[in-house]
């Protein structure tokens, strides 16, 4: 409204008055412009925190399953990830070749290429001598070509050492983010439909926490206790001069709390199927 008025009045006195109804509508489609104009960049805005909240689950969810695997299950995942991907062949997980810092070979682009797997968290890195352990397996064997794929990041040396010996045998880094788009790529992180069940399960599970809480808090036997002492706060305020405003402030709290235990008890509760902890829980 208030840019229609705005839109109107300078329409107004731009046209010196003269143009009362053509200003009139000048102004009301200023007015529609920026009605639409809101919209789409609302629109953009709410599409951006939604893309931000699935990413941010959607990470949630696949780095806990990443943590929950050993290291051997960790590198299968590698495999049936680059299984998944373009450029990747032949791909073979060598268990006899981990003592040399290899944990898989495979074909990419034609190039046999020597890969190694760290399942690190926090903010433990790749550390140079990982690389170096690496790339002496690779001379000794004849590999041109390695890539090394970290859950987390590298330490400045690592990426120091790679860039030196680049000439001779090219290791590529690949950390968190790459690894990320690598998984999404082959299929392997959670999918939009995924993610909207994860997002159904944390709400409904803070549903839950509040509804049994509030029926700890607010049950019916509690009620009568924090108005009557709401009451006799109250009334031991009018007698105590210092701490008056005291009294009377904890008799508002436990009369808030039994206003609202009455309200709760009084509306209609929505029926929540009881979960496994519920019944483990249950007194």
């Not at 109804?21 to 009605?35: E, T």
């Not at 090394?148 to 860039?163: A, M, V």
């Not at 009369?255 to 609202?260: A, E, H």
């Amino acid at each position: 409204m208030l840019v229609f008025i705005i839109s109107f009045l300078l329409f107004i006195l731009f046209t010196e008055g003269e143009r009362f109804y053509a200003s009139f509508a000048a102004a009301f489609s200023v007015l529609l412009i920026y009605h639409f104009i809101m919209k789409y960049l609302e629109e953009i805005k709410l599409n951006q925190v939604i893309y931000k909240v699935n990413e941010k689950i959607g990470r949630e969810n696949f780095f806990k399953k990443i943590k929950s695997m050993d290291h051997e299950s960790f590198i299968n995942f590698i495999k049936e990830i680059l299984e998944e991907l373009p450029g990747f062949a032949d791909i073979q997980v060598t268990e006899y070749l981990e003592d040399e810092g290899i944990n898989l070979l495979c074909q990419y682009r034609g190039e046999l290429t020597a890969i190694q797997g760290h399942l690190l968290d926090g903010e433990n890195m790749v550390e140079a001598r990982r690389a170096r352990q690496l790339s002496r397996a690779m001379s000794k064997r004849g590999y041109k070509k390695a890539i090394i794929i970290s859950t987390t990041d590298f330490r400045e040396d690592t990426k120091l050492f790679c860039d030196l010996i680049r000439e001779k045998r090219q290791i590529s880094l690949l950390g968190q983010e790459e690894f990320i788009q690598m998984a999404k790529d082959a299929g392997k992180f959670p999918n939009e439909a995924e993610i909207r069940n994860l997002i159904l399960k944390k709400l409904e599970h803070k549903e839950r926490v509040w509804h049994k809480n509030s029926k700890k808090i607010f049950a019916k036997p509690r009620i009568t206790g924090y108005l009557v002492n709401g009451i006799f706060l109250l009334f031991i305020g009018f007698f105590e001069g210092d701490f008056q405003h005291l009294y009377w402030l904890c008799a508002l709290i436990l009369f808030v709390f039994g206003l609202t235990g009455i309200f709760l008890n009084m509306t209609p509760k929505k029926s929540l199927a009881a979960s496994w902890q519920d019944l483990l829980d249950a007194d």
